[in-house]
Each structure stands twice: as structure tokens, then as C-alpha cells.
């Protein structure tokens, strides 16, 4: 059985898809399945933000064929572990749970970095500066991640 991740932000087309696709590119597809969602609906269905693509692909990651999807109640289910971008969506994540094990599922991505403020900050209203600054802060992240979850 794979193990089932999710990330999620506010609208599903700068910080979860980098988050997934980074993710994605250190896990065996095999073993893991990884998604992203945003708590908010502005974007279902579009491709992300062009930014995040760019960066993406300078560091040899795809992500331009993922489609945004709305975060559900039933995502509790489908996923093993689900990691917000920040404390804002964490807040938005937890209030549709309806028990312990659904809020023990749910994590800030940068729960375990050494970083002193542990949200991903939303690089849609600055400039390319931002999206790399998200894109290193993710990919440290997800370095402790994939090395937890090969280790279980």
C-alpha cells in the first residue's frame, strides 16, 4: 500500500504544487503517492501560477500538467499526511476534521526545519525573488520529509 501525501496552500497554484512536485522528485512513485490541494476555491481546475513552473523546471521539475483542486473533508481519508503551507491553512484544515487522527494526519510542512518562523511564505503578490526563496525553504523541507517517510 502506498503512503498518500498532501500539500496544501490558500489557492493551490504557487507553494503546494512546488511542494509536490519537489516531493514528488524524491520519492519512488511506487511506494508514495503525492498530491496538492488549496483550502480556497479561485483557482480549481487552472494549471499553476507560471512562476512557480519556471522555477520548478530551472531545477529540473515539472509541474506544469497538475490542475488545482479544492482541499475536501474527504482528503482525511484518501491521504496518510497532509502538510499546510503555513498556520493560516493549517487553521482551515483542522476545522474540517472531525476527530483526533484526522488533526494528528495534519502538519506545517516546515514543522521540522530549522527555520524560526515555520509557514511558507505566499509568493503571489512579490516578485521571481520569492518564488525562489519558497522553492529552497520547500525543498529543505521535503528533504527531512522523504527521509522520514523511506526510513518508516
Known amino acids: 500500500m502506498r503512503t498518500k501525501v498532501l500539500m496544501v496552500c490558500l ?15 524524491k520519492l519512488d512513485e511506487a511506494t ?15 494549471k499553476p501560477d ?20 479544492q482541499f475536501t473533508y474527504k482528503d482525511f481519508s484518501d491521504f496518510d499526511l497532509i502538510f499546510a503551507m503555513d498556520r ?10 472531525n476527530n483526533k487522527n484526522e488533526i494528528a494526519k495534519v502538519n506545517l510542512l516546515l514543522h521540522k526545519s530549522d527555520s524560526t518562523n515555520k509557514e511558507v511564505p505566499d509568493p503571489y503578490y512579490g516578485g521571481d525573488d520569492g518564488f525562489e526563496e519558497v522553492f529552497h525553504l520547500i525543498d529543505s523541507a521535503c528533504n527531512i520529509i522523504a527521509k522520514d517517510l523511506m526510513h518508516k
Open 50 to 69: 507560471n512562476r512557480s513552473i519556471s522555477i520548478a523546471k530551472r531545477y529540473g521539475i515539472d509541474i506544469s500538467q497538475q490542475r488545482c483542486r
Open 32 to 46: 508514495f503517492h503525492v498530491d496538492s490541494a488549496g483550502t480556497a476555491s479561485y483557482h480549481i481546475g487552472k
Open 88 to 97: 493560516s491553512n493549517y487553521e482551515n484544515i483542522i476545522a474540517l476534521a
Open 11 to 25: 489557492g493551490n497554484i504557487c507553494r503546494s504544487p512546488l511542494a509536490e512536485g519537489i516531493l514528488k522528485s
